[in-house]
């Protein structure tokens, strides 16, 4: 049993790996790659790249009482999905997915009407809508995969991913999702039938649909890879792996050949957008490698997330960064740290239930960090009882990754000798000793980013960095 379990392997594929119907036969390609290795594939499938944008377009339409505008984008995305499916599925089997797909529609654009005549989107109505994109995309890559002589069974995810009743970011419950699990999904696997199920969407105990957030699939293949003990987990994507940053704003980043689970949390929760801050835990909990791959290039090595990362001679991994933050500074004229000032202040937002990533203090200061959101005005109004506030939006985190920080000296002077000519505001070096930190002007992030790249990985350690990229850029 162990050793099948071994062989079980979740294997997560990105929106841009089953965009159309040539991303789809690339994807069936490499699952049946694995199959032919004598592993199990377990495949997670997000929402063909750009629908879920489109869904929730669509509900945004329908509550501002357009109803036109939200059925004719339902429309084109029903084209959409049933071209994919017939280039994809030539067989008797094509007549019943495709009254299957446009049943699904009918239902949605009920959905729609019923909303812009009653002009109020909730989340629950939110999650229902877009939850379709990865109904969807899963049933048609099930059939797909089918058709091209793969044993696939697609499995509803709300089956199995049993979450509570947070609506747009549901908190999966990880007991009952290994039961179902279990129940739903290990006997295919174990049987040698490779499963195939949406990423992000889950259901209440109750039976209630949800999501888990956006770029939330990341977070289903570590769930499922977690709850059946799988021996690895692959997020396949459309670069090399997790990359020295965001190639697109560095064209020449480089692939980060492995990393540790810990610094690859940190770069997702800092906004590298390449995996779902949540996506690490399960693995962690399980010790269970997390790769992540490029399904445009498969053969690359991509990146391996390990819970220890070897020693790596730079001090950085790689650079995220997140924008569209706010900065509130409270300024009080009295003694700002006296007994309880600080949890007042926290407690307005616990109260509006707005999340801080990062604070600093002087004396009579206070100035924190959030996601820029509508629930500002009325924050910075809670807080203009305990102190004078200002709030300024249009900021950008920059955040440096590397286990290597700890014990090195001059790294923080060559980070702001490379910096020196953008305005740096509120830095921060976290307790975990990986991360260093600090906030720009979200104009000037890209600009800052080259500059620390340039700075920091120009001599890669080749122990750690794919370096033959950067030959072949010089040659
Ligand atoms: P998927 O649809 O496969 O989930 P995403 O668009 O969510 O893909 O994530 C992949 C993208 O993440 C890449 O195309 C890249 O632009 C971006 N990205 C941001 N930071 C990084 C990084 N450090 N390494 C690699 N990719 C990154
Ligand atoms: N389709 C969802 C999104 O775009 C989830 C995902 O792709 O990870 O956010
Ligand atoms: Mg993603």
Redesign the pocket.
């Known amino acids: 049993m162990s050793q099948l379990l071994e062989q079980l392997v979740v294997m997560k594929f990105?929106?841009?790996?089953v965009e159309d119907a040539v991303a789809i036969n690339r994807t069936a390609g490499i699952v049946a790659g694995r199959r032919d290795k004598g592993l199990t594939p377990v495949v997670v499938v997000?929402a063909m790249?750009k629908v879920t944008d489109q869904l929730l377009a669509a509900a945004a339409a329908a509550a501002r009482a357009d109803r036109t505008g939200a059925l004719a984008i339902t429309a084109r995305l029903r084209n959409r999905h049933l071209e994919t499916a017939a280039a994809l599925v030539a067989d008797e089997t094509m007549a019943e997915l495709g009254a299957w797909i446009d049943a699904e529609f009918t239902s949605l654009d009920e959905v729609l009407r019923g909303l812009a005549a009653v002009g109020e989107l909730t989340l629950r109505i939110s999650d229902m809508i877009v939850s379709v994109g990865e109904r969807l995309s899963s049933k048609i890559i099930a059939h797909a995969f089918a058709f091209r002589g793969l044993d696939a069974v697609h499995v509803d995810s709300r089956t199995c991913i049993i979450t509570d009743n947070q609506h747009g970011k549901a908190i999966p419950l990880d007991a009952q999702i290994e039961a179902r699990l279990k129940e739903h999904v290990l006997p295919h696997a174990l049987a040698g039938r490779i499963c195939v199920m949406g990423g992000f969407i889950g259901s209440t105990e109750a039976g209630v649909t949800t999501t888990l957030g956006r770029?939330g699939?990341?977070f289903t293949g570590a769930l499922v890879g977690g709850g059946i003990d799988a021996g690895a987990i692959e997020i396949?994507?459309?670069?090399n792996?997790?990359?020295?940053?965001?190639?697109?704003i560095c064209p020449n980043?480089l692939r980060v050949k492995t990393i540790s689970f810990e610094e690859a949390a940190e770069?997702a929760y800092f906004g590298?957008?390449?995996l779902h801050p949540a996506t690490i835990l399960p693995a962690v909990k399980k010790n269970i490698p997390v790769l992540v791959l490029n399904s445009r290039n498969p053969e690359n090595e991509g990146t391996r997330i390990i819970s220890l990362a070897p020693h790596c001679e730079s001090p950085f991994k790689?650079i995220?960064v997140k924008r569209r933050l706010t900065i509130i500074d409270v300024v009080a004229s009295r003694m700002l740290m006296s007994h309880g000032y600080l949890k007042a202040i926290f407690e307005v937002f616990d109260k509006h239930k707005c999340p801080v990533d990062m604070v600093s203090t002087s004396e009579v200061s206070v100035s924190l960090t959030v996601d820029s959101n509508e629930k500002l005005p009325e924050i910075a109004a809670d807080l203009s009882a305990l102190a004078d506030v200002k709030y300024e939006g249009q900021k950008a985190l920059i955040c440096m990754v590397g286990e290597n920080i700890r014990g090195q000296n001059g790294i923080a002077a060559r980070v702001f000798q490379a910096v020196r000519h953008v305005n740096v505001r509120m830095i921060s070096q976290g307790a975990s000793e990986i991360n260093m930190s600090f906030m720009v002007e979200e104009s000037e992030a890209e600009e800052a980013i080259r500059s620390l790249h340039n700075e920091f990985f120009a001599n890669p350690d080749p122990e750690i960095f794919d370096i033959e990229a950067l030959k072949e850029s010089v040659r």
């Not at 396949?236 to 670069?239: G, H």
């Not at 792996?241 to 697109?248: F, S």
């Open positions: 990105g929106g841009t790996s997000s790249s770029g699939s990341d396949w994507t459309d670069v792996g997790i990359m020295t940053t965001d190639p697109r980043a770069l590298a957008k390449v790689s995220a």
